[in-house]
């Protein structure tokens, strides 16, 4: 196979522009390019808005029209970051864990309350595990359904009060929650009947 001619190719850290076939335009720091499958990545600004942020953008070059280089990067390219595999390793094992959860409490017929509770103490506590249909958190305390304060049982001490306290949050937080979603829908019906 031939070498790629100039202009098939960008080079790491090079700054390029180019607009979709979509109509949108990415501006972006090149971080890698595979000629063979024509996939460039780009490091753009944050659409968060956080300056210490960046969005990375993969983009198939099939479907883009009108690139440009906007400044080319001559000098080598700095190294690479080094990845801490033991920390990535960790998170993976997490997530796989929250998921498989997920899906066990779908499988075990727990009602959407009772997850969404589960979530909701999973993102203070991380100890906090599925038995059957009920919660587990610390070891230490068995939230029943219908998964109420008053079905938090366990041992009494600073760990139940914690977590009745995260039930009671949760439920009075869902229940404000409905009550601005009926006053906006009060308020729309109220508008249309206005406006009719």
Known sequence: MAAPAAGEYFSIGSCISCTTCLGQRLQGEVIAFDYHTKMLTLKCAPSSGKPNLSDVVLVNLAYVSDVDIVSDRTATPPPLASLNFNKLANRARAEKE???????????????????????????????????????????????????????????????SHVRKIVEKHFRDLENQKSVQRSQAQQTQKDSALSA
């Not at 009772?114 to 991380?126: N, P, Y």
């Not at 059957?132 to 304060?149: C, F, G, L, T």
């Open 98 to 160: 929250d998921k498989l959860s997920q899906a066990y409490a779908i499988s075990a017929g727990v009602s959407v309350e009772g997850q969404q509770l589960f979530q909701t103490i999973h993102k203070t506590i991380k100890d906090c595990k599925w038995q059957e249909k009920n919660i587990v958190v610390m070891d230490e305390v068995v939230i029943s359904p219908p998964y109420r304060v008053d079905n938090c049982r366990g041992k009494e001490g600073s760990a139940l």
